[in-house]
């Protein structure tokens, strides 16, 4: 595409625009009425359930400390006792089940 300053390209890319926002605007109106939701300026905003499911999982997880201090107290004691026992054939089999979900 070649790039000119002629003043007629500057209406070009106008009408374009226009015709390209009012397609826009005709696929929005087209989809169901609870995808919607209109703010004060008229534009549409459209979530799916999965974008809503996501945002109530992150909110859930930030809520949620990052490191569950019991959880760890607990395993330490528990090394330091020499109860923790750590089961080889689990690991291996979740080090196994990632690789291979990565290759599917």
Not at 59 to 87: C, F, H, M, N, W
Not at 91 to 103: Q, T
């Amino acid at each position: 595409m070649k790039i000119t300053n002629k003043p007629g390209n500057y209406d070009n890319q106008a009408y374009v625009k226009e015709v390209t926002d009012n397609k826009r605007l005709e696929s929005r109106e087209a989809q169901s009425p609870e995808k919607k939701t209109e703010t004060t300026r008229g534009d549409t905003v459209s979530l799916s359930a999965a974008s809503r499911d996501l945002q109530i999982a992150k909110t859930a997880a930030s809520a949620s400390p990052e490191v569950r201090t019991e959880q760890v107290e607990a395993i330490k004691t528990a090394i330091l006792e020499g109860r923790y026992q750590i089961d080889p054939e689990k690991i291996a089999e979740k080090m196994v089940g990632v690789h291979v979900s990565d290759l599917v």
